[in-house]
């Protein structure tokens, strides 16, 4: 089973990607926090398989939530999840250590995209 925390400002988001993940046999939302701060105080009593991070929070970004992850706990697994498609978000998550950058617009490649990336590949959405 893997177990993803999800960090997505946004109530009905968070929500609705719980229910959507735990729709799957070998996945399970071990838990969701609204902020990255929230995130980093959480990841000292749990561990999560993957980390589904949005790219625009308030507090911490995204991207400065996935670099301070990856100094703390660099074997744990990061992916962006974001509305925005432009190349220069890609680019900054994937330096700031993400294995994957998830478009919000097609839920359906979201069970996939985890798989893959926890089995050490990189995940750009498919319309990127």
Do not use: N, W
Not at 25 to 39: F, H, I, K, Q, Y
Not at 57 to 72: C, E, T
């Amino acid at each position: 089973m893997t177990k993803v925390l999800v960090v997505e400002d946004h109530a009905f988001m968070r929500d609705m990607l719980r229910e959507f993940i735990d729709q799957e046999a070998d996945l399970e939302v071990c838990e969701t926090v609204e902020s990255g701060e929230v995130a980093l105080e959480r990841l000292k009593e749990m561990t999560p398989d993957l980390v589904l991070v949005d790219l625009s929070l308030g507090g911490i970004s995204g991207v400065d939530l996935i670099k301070s992850i990856k100094v703390r706990y660099p074997t744990l697994k990061c992916a962006i999840l974001s509305g925005h498609g432009e190349r220069r978000y890609v680019d900054q998550a994937f330096e700031a250590g993400a294995e994957g950058y998830i478009l919000k617009g097609d839920p359906d490649e979201l069970p996939d995209s985890i798989r893959q990336m926890m089995q050490g590949q990189r995940y750009v959405s498919k319309t990127l």
